[in-house]
């Protein structure tokens, strides 16, 4: 992983930030085949999605809460409902995967306030191919928020040990997880806050 990773604690998010739920709630009411295509068809477990609540200490420009999810891990599988007719994922799925897990992760970064959010713009490199019945983690990133946009980033990674959160052995597995891996994608994705972030007094 970039060096960036490396000092950072994971944590289950729901250990961390309890009200992520409530974020849940409110896009499965919106967005209900989003939801189908995440836990059918890429049968991602909320429980299994971590984040990382501590920044590095090289950089402390952004993100000065303690408890400011500066990384998420979400670990899924390819199934043949998301692939071409060759088993593999387009890049078309791949990106379609990265808007719904940083918007995820933008409205997380974003609480208590509700801003809405939409994509400026987004840009992929592959290295490799994603297969049907590959062991993907998505690990997505705040680089950097400002008062009118965010910017994200996604790594696809290949994991080469299971990322399961099993009791108190949690946070090793997904440290694990990530660190022994093969890079298979990286997104640059930039979003636009609807609504300033920081309001002006009234």
Same mark, same amino acid.
Request: proline share 6%; with cysteine.
């Given at each position: 992983?970039?060096?960036?990773?490396?000092?950072?604690?994971?944590?289950? *998010?729901?250990?961390?930030?309890?009200?992520?739920?409530?974020? #849940? +709630?409110? @896009?499965?009411? !919106?967005?209900?085949?989003?939801?189908?295509?995440?836990?059918?068809?890429?049968?991602?477990?909320?429980?299994?999605?971590?984040?990382?609540?501590?920044?590095?200490?090289?950089?402390?420009?952004?993100?000065?809460?303690?408890?400011?999810?500066?990384?998420?891990?979400?670990?899924?599988?390819?199934?043949?409902?998301?692939?071409?007719?060759?088993?593999?994922?387009?890049?078309?799925? *791949?990106?379609?995967?990265?808007?719904?897990?940083?918007?995820? #992760? +933008?409205? @997380?970064?974003? !609480?208590?306030?509700?801003?809405?959010?939409?994509?400026?713009?987004?840009?992929?490199?592959?290295?490799?191919?994603?297969?049907?019945?590959?062991?993907?983690?998505?690990?997505?990133?705040?680089?950097?928020?400002?008062?009118?946009?965010?910017?994200?980033?996604?790594?696809?990674?290949?994991?080469?040990?299971?990322?399961?959160?099993?009791?108190?052995?949690?946070?090793?597995?997904?440290?694990?997880?990530?660190?022994?891996?093969?890079?298979?994608?990286?997104?640059?994705?930039?979003?636009?806050?609807?609504?300033?972030?920081?309001?002006?007094?009234?």
């Amino acid at each position: 992983m970039a060096t960036s990773l490396e000092n950072v604690v994971w944590a289950p *998010v729901m250990q961390v930030f309890p009200n992520y739920l409530d974020i #849940h +709630a409110q @896009l499965r009411g !919106l967005d209900n085949f989003g939801f189908r295509l995440l836990e059918e068809q890429l049968q991602m477990v909320l429980q299994d999605v971590f984040v990382a609540v501590e920044r590095p200490p090289t950089n402390s420009a952004q993100g000065q809460k303690p408890k400011f999810p500066y990384a998420m891990a979400w670990p899924i599988r390819i199934t043949p409902a998301v692939t071409e007719g060759d088993g593999t994922l387009s890049q078309g799925a *791949v990106l379609a995967i990265t808007d719904m897990f940083t918007s995820f #992760h +933008a409205m @997380l970064a974003l !609480l208590p306030s509700h801003p809405g959010h939409v994509s400026v713009s987004m840009q992929c490199n592959r290295m490799q191919t994603i297969r049907e019945k590959d062991a993907i983690i998505v690990v997505t990133r705040i680089d950097k928020i400002g008062n009118r946009l965010i910017f994200t980033t996604a790594e696809f990674l290949r994991s080469m040990s299971p990322a399961v959160a099993v009791l108190e052995f949690a946070e090793k597995g997904i440290d694990a997880a990530i660190r022994c891996h093969s890079l298979c994608s990286n997104v640059k994705h930039v979003k636009a806050v609807l609504t300033p972030i920081i309001e002006a007094p009234t």
